[in-house]
């Protein structure tokens, strides 16, 4: 049954590409004018046998281009732009990025495909078992690329989150000395690359964007939207309101300083109180029988040796 649905297959595609192959209707018709109208047959016949092995073969790639697009590049303007700014969060910023991290996906993809299926054909698998090890290994293999940049995503995003009281403590010093925002920023940045590097490159982008002329209020969005952290939109638009309202940024930069660090320890005493609830499965499945075996199994073993040698106890 397995070898006759392959044959059937195999001889469907086969007749598909004899059949794109064959020239059209049209075709013979725009011959006969023109050997009606005096042309050469045998050059015209060879002319439009090349005609039609073009148009075919271009008929095949603008009818797969649509979808293997699809499965790889993103179509439309809004998916690339979600991509690159997936990319920007992780903090690849190269221009390659989206080339590298799209070929990735396919190079993957491919080479989970050819193992399982190598795999399946040494092995002796069935026919739907091979198809459904393949199907499933060409998604896992193009899914890959995708968690990996999540994880890298949401790495980056704590890193920042982090960062940012010990960054606007020292922004404070810096605006208190008497530097402007502009150059507080700067400087902060330039002073946090070794201790935070992904917030001192998200600063230090900001303060190039407004150094070639965009507006400051602008250039914070921008890095707010490239961090992706709810901290870091509300750290932009307290200095924006702060400006906007003529308050002390001083002082609104230290209330937010504060804010952050207790937000960073509430999360550090809730992930402490889950310790004990996540520890719960580990000591019922290895320790709990771990400790039952070492309580319980000399008493058992002394039982055993009683029984055996005074088999009355046992009536």
Not at 17 to 30: A, G
Not at 57 to 63: N, Q
Not at 155 to 160: F, L, M
Not at 276 to 305: D, E, H, R, S, Y
Request: include cysteine; glycine fraction near 8%.
């Amino acid at each position: 049954m397995e070898l006759a649905l392959i044959a059937v297959m195999l001889a469907a595609s086969a007749a598909t590409v004899i059949y794109s192959l064959m020239p059209r209707r049209e075709d013979q018709r725009d011959t006969v004018r023109r050997r009606l109208a005096g042309g050469r047959g045998a050059d015209e016949q060879k002319e439009l046998a090349a005609k039609a092995k073009s148009l075919a073969a271009e008929s095949l790639v603008k009818k797969a281009r649509p979808a293997l697009d699809r499965l790889v590049m993103p179509i439309s303007d809004e998916e690339q732009t979600a991509l690159r700014s997936k990319l920007a969060s992780a903090g690849f910023r190269n221009q390659n990025a989206q080339t590298i991290f799209l070929a990735s996906k396919s190079i993957i993809g491919v080479a989970a495909l050819l193992i399982v299926a190598v795999a399946g054909v040494t092995g002796g698998w069935q026919f739907s078992s091979l198809m459904g090890g393949v199907a499933f290994a060409a998604g896992v293999g193009f899914m890959l690329p995708n968690m990996w940049l999540g994880m890298a995503t949401s790495a980056r995003k704590e890193k920042i989150r982090n960062g940012l009281p010990d960054t606007l403590d020292l922004m404070v010093v810096s605006v208190e000395s008497g530097l402007a925002l502009d150059a507080a920023i700067k400087r902060v940045g330039e002073e946090m690359a070794l201790v935070h590097a992904d917030l001192s490159d998200e600063m230090r982008i900001a303060t190039m964007e407004a150094q070639m002329g965009i507006p400051r209020g602008e250039a914070l969005e921008n890095m707010g939207r490239r961090c992706g952290l709810d901290e870091v939109r509300s750290l932009v638009s307290v200095i924006l309101q702060a400006e906007k309202f003529g308050t002390s940024i001083a002082k609104a930069l230290r209330n937010q300083a504060d804010s952050l660090r207790t937000k960073r320890r509430q999360a550090a005493e809730e992930r402490a109180q889950k310790t004990a609830v996540k520890l719960m499965l580990p000591l019922v499945i290895f320790i709990f029988p771990a400790m039952g075996v070492v309580l319980a199994g000399p008493a058992a073993i002394k039982m055993m040796q009683a029984a055996k040698d005074n088999p009355a106890l046992i009536k």
